[in-house]
Nanobody, 124 residues
Framework: QVQLVESGGGLVQAGDSLRLSCAAS????????MAWFRQAPGKEREFVAA????????YYGDSVKGRFIISREPMKNTVYLQMNSLEPDDTAVYYC?????????????????WGRGAQVTVSS
């Protein structure tokens, strides 16, 4: 059974940094892609960033490009999202997700497994 468990969320001020972690277990993740999505109240789930498990290729949503960094540590089966220069518009629940195939990484509907989410709140 695949489990994705997010941690590291919290309340910060605008301009601060925060790092989210996603601990993955239950299958071999080789060949897959790990991603972060977020969802603010009343809004659709939004792609934030993705990284391929094998080669470490990265992808970013336009709203976070240049501020957020996704990385993975295969030996620990963990994916990170380093969030810098946080803005109030970054406030959302952040979800870790896994797609078995490293394609169509931008689309939430293509992902096979999801974590329960971590709340990030950025005050102005």
């Amino acid at each position: 059974q695949v489990q994705l468990v997010e941690s590291g969320g919290g309340l910060v001020q605008a301009g601060d940094s925060l790092r989210l972690s996603c601990a993955a277990s239950g299958r071999t993740f080789s060949g897959s892609v790990m991603a972060w999505f977020r969802q603010a109240p009343g809004k659709e789930r939004e792609f934030v960033a993705a990284v391929t498990w094998n080669g470490g290729s990265t992808y970013y949503g336009d709203s976070v490009k240049g501020r957020f960094i996704i990385s993975r540590e295969p030996m620990k089966n963990t994916v990170y999202l380093q969030m810098n220069s946080l803005e109030p518009d970054d406030t959302a629940v952040y979800y870790c997700a896994n797609r078995i195939y490293a394609t169509r990484v931008y689309f939430a509907g293509e992902y096979d497994y999801w974590g329960r989410g971590a709340q990030v709140t950025v005050s102005s």
